[in-house]
């Protein structure tokens, strides 16, 4: 990808002036286009009644339809040279409101990045909807790149601005597939983590299932548990909390490709010690859970 000039107009483009050039790059583009959309993006250049903002929306809209259906190299670099300088300005403004002194260009450099990969969740139901769906990506990439110094001690962001958009409950289309995408997405991770789970789970000794299940899913007390599993109440919760550590520690040996390394505890009955569990593949590239609360329900 090119550098951008923040001083190379691309407002050029979008003169009556600038319209031939622009119109030629809507021809090196033709190829890819949908039956009819050359003939409307062309009819959108040459509207006379239009601004130069309303056809950067309306072009780019439609430019950005294109590159999601056919992931054209030509598209991208039309929605570039259309939008670069505009979106750097967006991003100097919002970089200056929380006093970074990042590079702007980096920042765009990310924001188009995100654009190139993440096409899918575009809309182009709407005219402005390119200007939309990018200010949103500027909007989240600056604060991304913001909590990456915070949690580096290099930055803090106000919390006032975490939540700058005012609440809407009307729903839009791109509001929905986001939604809808979000929730499968941790459906599949919550699957993975369950499969991991009931598979250490299984590795553990009679008495560690016993226990974790006794507290876990029968919501036993740990005093009703010790009972129940004729040990003292201090053994128990020593149990409980060694159970818990070894699968949540082989599920994170997993995610790191390690094998799990999960045993069974010492039968205190026969005094003998579990068999090594046999390795499981990783499922997922997930990063690793950092700690799990020992819940006391005592």
């Not at 989240?140 to 915070?150: A, D, E, G």
């Not at 036993?220 to 159970?243: C, D, H, P």
Request: proline share 5%; hydrophobic share 35%; net charge negative.
């Amino acid at each position: 990808m090119k550098a951008i000039d923040p001083f190379a107009s691309s407002h050029v483009l979008l003169t009556e002036a600038g319209a031939p050039l622009l119109l030629e790059h809507i021809e090196q583009l033709a190829g890819e286009l949908e039956p009819g959309e050359r003939e409307r993006i062309e009819s959108i250049v040459r509207d006379r009644a239009r601004g130069p903002e309303s056809i950067r929306d309306a072009v780019s809209t439609r430019v950005m339809e294109c590159f999601r259906l056919t992931q054209s190299r030509v598209a991208f670099g039309l929605l570039y040279e259309l939008n670069g300088p505009h979106l750097l300005v967006q991003v100097s403004a919002r970089l200056r409101r929380y006093g970074s002194h990042a590079e702007p260009g980096d920042v765009l450099q990310e924001v188009f990045f995100n654009v190139y990969r993440y096409p899918h969740r575009f809309d182009a139901s709407r005219e402005d909807a390119f200007r939309v769906w990018s200010a949103m990506i500027v909007r989240n990439t600056v604060l991304k790149h913001l909590r990456s110094l915070r949690r580096s001690g290099r930055a803090e962001v106000p919390f006032e601005d975490l939540t700058e958009q005012p609440e809407t409950s009307e729903a839009s289309p791109l509001r929905d597939v986001i939604q809808d995408e979000s929730r499968e997405e941790c459906a599949r991770v919550y699957l993975n983590y369950l499969q991991l789970y009931l598979q250490f789970y299984s590795m553990l000794s009679e008495r560690e299932r016993r226990a974790l299940h006794l507290v876990e899913v029968e919501e036993w007390s740990y005093r009703q548990t010790a009972a129940e599993l004729g040990i003292k109440l201090e053994n128990l919760k020593m149990v409980i909390f060694r159970a818990r550590r070894k699968i949540h520690r082989a599920m994170r040996r997993v995610f790191d490709g390690l094998s799990p390394d999960c045993r069974p505890a010492r039968d205190p009955l026969s005094g003998a010690e579990g068999v090594t569990a046999r390795e499981v593949e990783p499922t997922s590239s997930l990063d690793p859970t950092e700690s799990v609360k020992d819940n006391n329900n005592e």
